[in-house]
């Protein structure tokens, strides 16, 4: 297909229409106003594309080469601290759970911080043989069982070849979702060519079959010339794909607010690979409080043809609302005369009281073991807004994050909302928080029983960073999750970057194939690191569910441990058990099957001599009586090289005076346990007093290279240099207990020169 360009079109309808007219609610010191008209656009570039699997894999690069990129967190309208409860959230569950939570199904790694960036904004979907996850900047796709298919690759590997910024950028900000209705997949992110600048687009990519692997109808929109098109967030819906926004306008010196923004854009084009148009409305005019808005996401049957698809937010009453509310506002989309379509508002639904000021909004907020707390986000819905038809009623789910006891303890507060034909109204609401844990970053869904689950990211000072899911059926008891709590991961590090960055968003999905096992994926950390997060995706199924009636299986391995070094001939192990039986456990290196066991204890052989040295993933999968699987790993290191230990065997230093000032200039030499020289090793140390100067080395033949900081002022009269490490692959360790210097003009691992 050949690009379309087209200008933006505007068309001057009245159209946005407040209809604040539920319980007497209304925002205070909002006008109701009219007058408002979309934007409507044909994306500015489309095409199609080969199949996904021939297209060339571009490596996950750094965002910032040597370092971590933050992106930072911008602030919606009126977030500050309030005056809601100081105490225990009013609906802060308190009976205990009816049952234990279930195991989980699939349980497997995602795409790890492949970029360097903070936070992940992990998202993941799953479809009838396929799961894809993205994260900022990078996505993969993987089977059932997590058997990984394709990646990670940098996510601008699905708009190579397309031209403009979708291909020339790599912005992140993505979603994925599968829609249900096509049986098709929807990939996007945004793109900020100029950034602080604009313009500003929205890059998105719709399967052209049930293969995400196969080829792509490919859109570029250009959604504003001045407004950054931050967070934006999607749902599938029968007649457009429809996406909130959070805009600013960024200078050189920040960004600004500009208003909440809500698009849709025509699904049937895209899934046909033709000129497809969006229709936008720019909402600051209409209440310039509305902001981290989210649209809302079908499962299960459509709704009746022409309904509108809901839009929700949370309020605080300290943002100025008349009582801590949800709002709900109606897009309809008009295809046939686009400047019909309208975005008004519909009801404000009151909530129970919740107080959403955790730690003042900072962003250093939830505690770790160590390192620095992480960003609670209370200031927003999290994704996703979930919508369900069950014919007899319309529900919605939706969370956010809450302090749970007045003292910034996160809890999630969940919603059921449900639509009779006669308005959206509260169906049943709690804040999860059972004990002193914090729980935040949720998403939640319904499955096609009525069912809820509901995953988060759960942490405190004894609790490393870990991902655990709750539940209830249908028919349980009201404003409660009755399944107990889950564990998908626990974590065993934390992140020490300064920024506290975390999430911004994780995804809860309902599968397709029965509509109701859930699948859930957002970050944790395996190691404590600056920035080293990881993600998994785990599915579990609750009691009711129809489909098999018995668990699916829970595996361990056993051995080799997590973080071990092996080599030679290794047994590997796992535990494994089921309600019913297990059948199998098979055993995996890197994705590659190394043997089967059918009788425990379960075990394979592994020679480890086949395999490069470095890391390698171990993992074993259960099968049990009815095909159902689980798996675990283990992260290990081969290691069947001799390990050569080196050390630092001198240090001298030599002065140079150049006019008024002077230089040092360090030579180093590196030895083995022999005392012979040693090439190829990587000398990285650091100048005292702030001194500038190189710092690294790498020494030659005769086992030596050198260091220098220049220009030096006479009033440094001395500086010392300390050698912090040496590195030369996975053949060598460094021992520093063994520097040493024969001429004894320095300790062996740090030396101090004067000036001459």
């Known amino acids: 297909m050949s690009n379309k360009t087209t200008a933006f079109i505007k068309f001057v309808t009245p159209v946005l229409i407040f209809m604040l007219a539920f319980a007497g609610f209304s925002p205070t010191g909002v006008q109701a106003k009219g007058g408002g008209h979309p934007v409507v656009a044909y994306a500015t570039r489309s095409d199609v594309t080969e199949a996904l699997s021939r297209m060339p894999q571009l490596p996950p690069l750094p965002a910032v080469l040597g370092q971590v990129f933050e992106r930072p967190r911008k602030m919606l309208p009126n977030r500050q601290s309030n005056t809601s409860p100081t105490g225990e959230d009013p609906a802060l569950q308190t009976a205990a759970p009816v049952v234990d939570a279930p195991g989980t199904g699939a349980n497997f790694e995602g795409v790890n911080n492949v970029n360097g960036v903070l936070p992940p904004d992990t998202v993941g979907d799953i479809g009838p043989n396929h799961y894809v996850q993205m994260v900022n900047l990078s996505f993969a796709v993987y089977d059932r069982n997590g058997t990984k298919l394709y990646g990670p690759v940098g996510s601008n590997t699905l708009w190579q070849g397309f031209g403009g910024p979708c291909e020339t950028t790599n912005d992140g900000d993505p979603v994925v979702l599968y829609d249900h209705l096509a049986d098709r997949w929807l990939m996007t992110q945004f793109a900020l060519p100029n950034y602080p600048r604009g313009p500003f687009y929205e890059c998105v990519a719709v399967s052209q079959s049930p293969d995400p692997l196969g080829s792509w109808n490919r859109y570029e929109f250009l959604i504003s010339n001045s407004k950054l098109d931050d967070y934006p967030k999607f749902g599938v819906w029968s ?206 869904a319904m499955n096609g029983a009525g069912d809820i689950g509901l995953g988060y990211s759960v942490s405190s000072t004894s609790i490393s960073p870990s991902i655990r899911f709750t539940g209830r059926l249908a028919g349980d008891p009201l404003n409660q999750m009755t399944q107990g709590e889950g564990t998908i991961i626990n974590g065993s590090g934390y992140q020490t970057h300064t920024s506290g960055r975390w999430g911004d968003y994780a995804m809860m999905a309902v599968d397709p194939v ?65 309600d019913n039986g297990v059948t199998q456990v098979e055993f995996f290196v890197d994705g590659s099957s190394i043997g089967t066991d059918t009788t425990a204890p379960y075990a394979a052989s592994w020679n480890t001599t086949g395999y490069s040295d470095g890391a390698h993933t171990v993992s074993a999968t259960a099968t049990d009586t009815i095909g159902q699987t689980g798996s675990n790993s283990v992260n290990v290191t081969v290691q069947n090289a001799s390990v050569v230990a080196i050390h630092v065997g001198d240090l001298d230093a030599t002065t140079a005076v150049i006019r008024k000032n002077w230089n040092a200039t360090v030579t180093i030499t590196v030895h083995d346990a022999g005392h012979n020289p040693v090439a190829g090793i990587t000398v990285t140390g ?34 010392t240099f300390t050698v912090t490490g040496l590195s030369g692959g996975s053949g060598y360790t460094y021992n520093s207990s063994a520097n040493h210097d024969p001429d004894g003009d320095s300790n062996g691992t740090s030396i101090t020169v004067a000036m001459p």
């Open 239 to 444: 007649d457009g794909y429809y996406m909130s926004i959070n805009q600013f306008s960024c200078k050189f010196i920040g960004c600004s607010w500009a208003g909440a923004g809500a698009v849709a854009f025509e699904r049937d084009a895209m899934l046909n690979g033709q000129a497809a148009r969006m229709v936008y409305f720019d909402l600051y005019n209409v209440d310039p409080n509305l902001g981290g808005m989210l649209p809302a996401d079908l499962d299960g049957p459509p709704p009746a043809a022409g309904t509108p698809n809901p839009f929700a937010q949370m309020d605080d009453n300290a943002w100025g609302y008349s009582g801590d509310q949800l709002q709900v506002w109606n897009f309809h989309v008009d295809w046939s005369n686009p400047a019909n379509s309208t975005f008004t508002f519909g009801q404000a639904l009151p909530v129970s009281s919740f107080d959403s000021d955790m730690c003042g909004y900072a962003r250093n907020c939830i505690p770790q073991p160590g390192g620095t707390n992480v960003d609670a986000l209370s200031d927003r819905l999290m994704f996703r807004l979930q919508y369900r038809n069950f014919g007899t009623h319309q529900t919605m789910v939706l969370n956010h994050t809450v302090d749970a006891n007045g003292a910034d303890r996160a809890g999630v507060r969940w919603y059921e909302l449900r639509n009779t034909g006669s308005g959206w109204s509260v169906y049943q609401q709690a804040t999860y928080s059972p004990d002193a844990a914090n729980r935040w970053v949720g998403s939640v």
């Open 514 to 578: 029965d509509d109701c096992t859930f699948w859930f994926t957002t970050e944790y950390y395996n190691s404590v690191s600056s920035a080293g997060w990881q993600t998994r995706v785990g599915s579990f199924q609750l009691a009711s569910c129809g489909g098999p009636t018995d668990l699916a299986p829970t595996v361990t391995v056993t051995s080799p441990t997590n973080g071990s070094t092996v080599s030679g001939t290794v047994n590997v192990t796992a535990n494994a058990s089921d």
């Open 686 to 719: 650091s100048w005292s007093g702030g001194t500038t100067g190189t710092s690294s080395c790498v020494t030659n033949a005769s086992g030596q290279c050198s260091v220098t900081s220049s220009n030096m002022n006479s009033k440094k009269t001395s500086v």
